[in-house]
């Protein structure tokens, strides 16, 4: 769904939770990276190293609500 379809209400109480899924979010990706470092050194170069890449997009969803909110004030 569009954030242009959100109320500016709407759009803060999403903001207030992406902010803490953001935080659970990082957590698990730091998670992943330190298991992503132990793989590497352990049987080096596999798909489990590259996997906290493909999860990084994830955390730019906060800044994009942040923006939009911006517009509407």
Avoid: H
């Amino acid at each position: 769904m569009s954030l242009a379809t959100y109320t500016k209400q709407e759009l803060l109480n999403k903001l207030k939770k992406q902010r803490i899924m953001l935080l659970i979010q990082s957590v698990l990706l730091l998670l992943m990276v330190i298991f992503a470092l132990f793989s590497f050194i352990e049987k080096g170069l596999s798909f489990q190293t590259f996997l906290p890449l493909f999860f990084v997009p994830m955390l730019f969803e906060v800044k994009k609500i942040k923006k939009e909110v911006t517009l509407r004030t």
